[in-house]
């Protein structure tokens, strides 16, 4: 056993030694804290009915067919032609975004609501109507305590109680 | 079972194996020692290549993301600068920066995956859970460039969807200052203890001659002296304006692969250092897609920092003609090969992955080493089966 | 009422009830919660929390234990059901065995031998027998591969850690355990012959497959090797047995190095034992720490360095003991 072979081995237990009294810990402790996600993130969307134009700019761009466009039967009735809302499908979403950013008239916007969880298939599909009515809030046992990431110089992530 | 006479046993390691990962190794060893190690593959095949012919342009983007998980940015990128090269369009400067900046980010998370799943698989539960724990904070960093963690669909044809928030240069130099830090417990704890020397040093030595010859890639070829770097070979984004070396290791073990991807970390933080320290400002979306979009729209846009698609994304047609792309990703070279004829689909896409040229060595390294080797070297190929397979 | 007498005679009641098993229980429980929290900490993260939060989840091991209790235990149709079913069993007996030479006091103990060192030693390679047998009966390949691995180490860790034990036994010029405790009044064994004591030390963790030593159970490479089929309470049973090893081995190592119950604030039987206890929980503690800065060396450098570096410190050390009682260190207290 070289000397230098036992110094890494000293240094490497040292270091375990040290974390295991001063360390940080970066567990997120999901659900009794969740996360404020930034600005931007791409979530669950959000419909806006009266400004939707009906152009179907966001199911042609969709690129998992999760976003399509239904016959809205009162309207067309109304109308006395065929009009199409756009529903979307959350079991085949993958969140890209991208009908979000292709709305020309910005009716569809990102939310940042991504831990909904539903009990049937079907539950998932939203057709116009139940989509602009808004995204569900979820469900949580206790109620949870809001945090924000801070990125940190000394801890790496830290999870502070968000101002909200 | 093994009938007598016979010497060697036939193993199967995976597809249901705690570190097989979604593939099948079939090993024949004479005691433990490996005679040959035969990589089976293909059980995570997504014909990617042949769902680009049905989706539209734009919608190819986040399906070329799917197979490579931790290292989305690369197929992203190369898949986007074939697309730009047929649209004979280039990106405004901010832009090119913007990719570069992710594309480091993603280079550095993606090997802290390697090195942490390397880690776990030759015994050391504490370097999984660090590399795990510090790529968190790099996925915020993308996060906040992006809105998501991982299938970031950041690049698209013209330049990238948003800005840089505000602050953001700041909080990444923290996040770097921290990594800098960690990287001397790391070193303590893990890549100089004498165990984990004992296990990768001298394990799975490729040569400089054979890693040409088996046209290897990535950290893999440079950790047998071969200083073949794409951002340097045929610089693309903004690497033409950045400093930075490439890594290379001489010995071409498991060790020097592990250190090429440590070092390499390093060495993108640096990049990311400089690219928001030059970040020319200006827009970051190509003039021509920009104009399209109608000018309120475009005002809220800018205000905003995050990009809205001119309608023609949604049918957005190609010109005729061929394109090849290639990109340095995080465990290598990432070749997109676009034959468009001018309708709303590729012709033919080809999507040549790093883990898919690297495949090759399972078979190469692992004559003649011990059965506890064969993690050794697997974890230090940083291969990912999903990306070999597509 | 005689099977209650007999209970009650020392030879069963020490070893079967109180200290013996109940100690051993404990420290089952306490250990493999503390080995999780400690990686966890080391590793930056939490460890099992949420069962009984107010202590750190310390119950979680009683959780588990419910959960392998109600796991159904599935038997491999082609593997060899007796042996298969029998092993487990043995193991975790064989295992706890030696522990009814380790005296608990000056005073109290199961009985007296002049040899007792000598029958805790020859008991402890009992049980890897039955982990070879176990990855022969499961008919499984990587079980096979663990069984033979863990043959392979028992030959390379069985001849030194004997040795580093008998140069203690040198040193005291006794086989006895009460008498060897008892000579640690002042100077401990561990500085008379740290090399014995580092050594055993080393081979104490690897008898008991710790890190770096976890090779028979490499999971990256054959998943659980002798473990791999089996499921349920008896998968409990044997992942409790190497536990159950190291907590009597560590008790010894703590007679022969670390003074056994010395220094001893008053002489009572009680206060002995658990000074030795708390040693060896400790021991124990620093295997389960271990987890978290090695990985695991390969088996044949695992029997390289039984070999070639353990078993000649073994051999330097009875020559350290053997010189130390020429020289006339006469440190022996008697
Ligand atoms: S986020 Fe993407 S996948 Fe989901 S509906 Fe919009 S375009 Fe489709
Ligand atoms: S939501 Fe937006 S993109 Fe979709 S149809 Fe309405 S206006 Fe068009």
């Known amino acids: 056993m070289s000397l230098s072979r036992t110094v890494r081995h000293a240094k490497a237990i040292l270091t375990g030694f040290k974390y295991l009294f001063a360390g940080p810990r970066l567990t997120l402790m999901y659900p009794d804290d969740i996360q404020e996600l930034p600005e931007g993130y791409r979530g669950m969307i959000e419909y806006d009915w009266d400004s939707c134009i009906k152009c179907s700019l966001c199911a042609m761009v969709c690129p998992a067919d999760a976003m399509k466009m239904y016959v809205s039967k009162e309207e067309s009735e109304r109308e006395g032609k065929v009009v199409k809302r756009p529903g979307i499908n959350y079991t085949r979403c993958i969140f890209c975004g991208f009908c979000v950013d292709i709305c020309p008239t910005d009716s569809l916007r990102f939310t940042k609501v991504h831990d909904v969880a539903y009990y049937t298939y079907e539950e998932q599909i939203y057709p116009p109507a139940e989509f602009s009515k808004g995204v569900p809030r979820p469900l949580y046992l206790r109620e949870p305590r809001k945090v924000r990431a801070v990125l940190d110089e000394r801890r790496g992530i830290r999870y502070e109680p968000a101002r909200s | 079972m093994i009938s007598s006479g016979e010497r060697e046993l036939e193993l199967l390691i995976g597809p249901q194996h705690p570190a097989s990962g979604h593939m099948r190794l079939v090993a024949k060893v004479d005691g433990d020692v490996v005679v040959e190690l035969r990589p089976n593959i293909g059980y995570v095949h997504r014909s990617v290549e042949k769902l680009a012919e049905v989706k539209k342009y734009l919608q190819i983007i986040p399906l070329v993301e799917r197979p490579s998980l931790a290292d989305t940015t690369a197929n992203n990128l190369a898949y986007v600068m074939a697309l730009e090269k047929l649209l004979g369009i280039e990106p405004p400067e901010r832009a090119k920066y913007l990719r570069t900046l ?116 990535g950290p893999n070829l440079r950790a047998s002296g071969v200083a073949y770097d794409v951002r340097r070979a045929e610089p693309y984004a903004a690497y033409p304006e950045l400093e930075f070396d490439i890594v290379t290791e001489e010995a071409g073990d498991s060790f020097a692969r592990v250190m090429v991807r440590v070092r390499e970390i390093v060495e993108s933080m640096r990049i990311i250092r400089q690219v928001i320290r030059k970040i020319p400002e200006g827009p970051i979306l190509h003039e021509s897609y920009e104009k399209l979009i109608p000018p309120k729209l475009r005002e809220s846009m800018k205000q905003r920092g995050m990009v809205k698609f001119p309608s023609v994304f949604a049918n957005l047609r190609v010109p005729p003609g061929e394109a090849i792309s290639r990109v340095e990703g995080g465990r290598g070279e990432v070749v997109f090969h676009i034959v468009s004829d001018g309708k709303l689909s590729p012709y033919r896409m080809r999507m040549v992955t790093p883990s898919f040229r690297n495949v090759i060595l399972f078979e190469h390294l692992t004559r003649g080493v011990r059965v506890a080797d064969i993690p050794a070297i697997y974890g230090s190929l940083d291969y990912f089966p999903p990306e070999a397979d597509r | ?298 088996i044949d450098q695992a029997i390289s360095i039984g070999w070639k570096i353990a078993f000649p410190l073994s051999l330097i050390s009875v020559v350290i003991s053997l010189l130390l009682i020429m020289g006339g260190v006469s440190l022996v207290v008697k």
Request: aromatic share 14%.
């Open chain 2, 102 to 217: 992710l594309a480091e980010i993603n280079r550095i998370h993606s090997h802290l995956y390697g090195l942490g799943i390397h880690g776990v698989m030759i015994g050391s539960s504490t370097a999984y859970m660090w590399c795990f724990g510090d790529r968190e904070p790099f996925l915020e960093l993308a996060q906040e460039l992006t809105g998501a963690r991982l299938t970031y669909s950041y690049i698209i044809p013209g330049g990238v969807r948003r800005d840089l928030p505000a602050g953001l240069g700041e909080r990444a130099e923290r996040v770097l200052r921290y990594m800098e830090n960690r990287m001397r417990d790391y070193f303590n704890l893990y890549f100089n203890n004498p165990v984990v020397r004992a296990r990768l040093e001298g394990v799975g030595v490729l040569s400089r001659h054979d890693a040409i010859n088996l046209g290897i890639t």
């Open chain 3, 1 to 298: 009422m005689d099977i209650l007498k007999l209970l009650f005679e020392p030879y069963i009641f020490i070893p079967l009830v109180f200290p013996g098993l109940v100690a051993a229980f404990l420290l089952l429980l306490i250990i493999i919660w503390l080995e999780r929290k400690i990686a966890a900490k080391v590793q930056l993260r939490y460890g099992p929390l949420y069962v009984f939060k107010p202590l750190g989840g310390v119950i979680q091991t009683i959780a588990d234990l419910l959960r392998y209790l109600f796991q159904e235990p599935i038997v491999p149709r082609e593997a060899d059901k007796l042996a298969f079913l029998m092993t487990p069993v043995f193991l975790f007996g064989l295992a706890y065995l030696p522990v009814v030479a380790v005296p608990i006091s000056p005073t109290y103990y199961a009985f007296r031998s002049d040899v007792s060192l000598l029958i805790v030693m020859a008991l402890t390679t009992l049980a890897p027998i039955f982990t070879v047998l176990m990855g022969w009966s499961s008919n499984n390949k990587f079980s096979l591969i663990g069984g033979v691995r863990e043959g392979y180490l028992v030959i390379s860790y069985e001849i030194p850690m004997f040795l580093s034990a008998i140069s203690m036994a040198i040193l005291y010029k006794s086989l006895d355990l009460v008498e060897i405790a008892e000579a640690q009044k002042g100077l401990w064994g561990v500085i008379l012959n740290p090399l014995a004591a580092i050594n055993m030390l080393l081979l104490m963790y690897m008898s008991t497959s710790k890190f770096p030593f976890e090779i028979p159970e490499a999971e990256s490479e054959i998943v659980a090797g002798p473990y791999t089929e089996y499921s349920g309470i008896i998968y409990g049973l044997v992942m409790g047995a190497s536990y159950v090893k190291l907590y009597v081995l560590s008790l010894v190592y703590s007679i022969l190095f670390l003074g056994g119950w010395n220094p001893l604030p008053i002489n009572d039987p009680m206060v002995a034992g658990a000074m030795l206890f708390v040693k060896a929980f400790l021991l124990v503690a620093l295997g389960a720490f271990l987890r978290a800065v090695y990985p695991r060396f390969r």
